[in-house]
């Protein structure tokens, strides 16, 4: 039996929760966790390095990694084949206020709240 995940520290929720193409008909789906999502907003919005965005995630450089890979890879399935992008689910505590990141636990927040949900 694997041992259970660590949940990943994400900010917050993103605004939208799916991205539909126009234009052509339905042609499937691709769900891209929220832990996903945050990897990509780290590395590719905010211009952070794999170490930094880990350190706020509390995930080992490695499982950033892995967790970045999965997310581009989801994103790109999605746009590549016209599906619809359902941003939902993972495994993820919230941390909405910008303090308490780290695998440290530096400042507040080094305590586990609990698991995220879909929505």
């Known amino acids: 039996m694997p041992r ?3 949940p990943r520290c994400i900010r917050s929720r993103p605004i939208i929760k799916e991205f539909r193409p126009v234009g052509v008909e339905e042609r499937g789906e691709v769900a891209l966790s929220l832990e996903e999502f945050e990897a990509i907003r780290h590395i590719d919005f905010e211009g952070l390095d794999q170490s930094q965005a880990a350190e706020i995630m509390n995930v080992s450089r490695q499982t950033f990694g892995r967790i ?52």
């Open 4 to 6: 259970p995940k660590r």
């Open 68 to 119: 970045l890979k999965a997310g581009r890879f989801n994103l790109s399935k999605a746009l590549v084949n016209a599906y619809r992008l359902k941003i939902e689910g993972g495994c993820y505590m919230l941390h909405g206020n910008g303090r308490g990141y780290g695998r440290h636990g530096h400042g507040k927040g080094n305590r586990r709240r609990g698991r995220g949900n879909k929505n």
